[in-house]
Every structure is written in C-alpha cells, then in structure tokens.
Nanobody, 119 residues
Framework: QVRLVESGGGLVQTGGSLRLSCAAS????????MGWYRQAPGQQRELVAT???????NYADSVKGRFTISRDDAKSTVYLQMNSLKPEDTAVYFC?????????????WGQGTQVIVSS
C-alpha cells in the first residue's frame, strides 16, 4: 500500500518560514519524481515545485527564490523549505509522487497539510 504523509504545516506570520515534509512508503522512492502542489479555497490545484530522481528541480514563478525543494532518498522523504511567506501562499499543500513505466504512469498523492500565512 502506497502512502504519502505530509507534515509541517501550520499558522505563520507574513515573512516567516515553514518546512514541509512528505514521507513515502510502499514505493521505490529513488525512482520517483516528487512534487509539491497547493490548492487555495475556490482555486485549482497548482504546481509549487518538483524534483526528479536525479535532483533536477522546477519551481512555479510565484515561489522562485523563496521556496526550496529537496529529497532524502535514504529516508524516502521530500521536503519543501518555505521562506518569506506571503498571505497568498495560504493553501493546502499536497505531496505527489510519479513514475513513468513502459505502459503506464503511476501517480500517488498525499492527503495534504494546511498552511496559513497571516498578514
């Protein structure tokens, strides 16, 4: 059974920092591209950052220079360091794991962790 469990969300003031973690189980973690997505109330889920199995990262323009995604394959965990937080960063943050096989793409999502940035 695949599980992605996010943690580290909470309430923080504008300009503050949070570090999200996503612990994976049931997958061969090093083979997966990992990502963080977020969904604010009434809005579609959007990409925040991704990191490939080789460590190549990609960020949404809105978080470049403020957020950093990283992974620890030994711990099957992906992190999102969020600095200089803004009220518009308020959302539920979801962890995603995906891997392309020859005939299918495996995609798994976590349940999400709430981040609230107060002004």
């Amino acid at each position: 059974q695949v599980r992605l469990v996010e943690s580290g969300g909470g309430l923080v003031q504008t300009g503050g920092s949070l570090r999200l973690s996503c612990a994976a189980s049931g997958i061969i973690f090093p083979f997966y591209t990992m990502g963080w997505y977020r969904q604010a109330p009434g809005q579609q889920r959007e990409l925040v950052a991704t990191i490939t199995r080789s460590g190549v990262t990609n960020y949404a323009d809105s978080v470049k220079g403020r957020f950093t995604i990283s992974r620890d394959d030994a711990k099957s965990t992906v992190y999102l360091q969020m600095n200089s937080l803004k009220p518009e960063d308020t959302a539920v943050y979801f962890c995603k794991a995906d891997r392309e096989f020859s005939l299918r793409i495996a995609v798994y999502w976590g349940q999400g962790t709430q981040v609230i940035v107060s002004s």
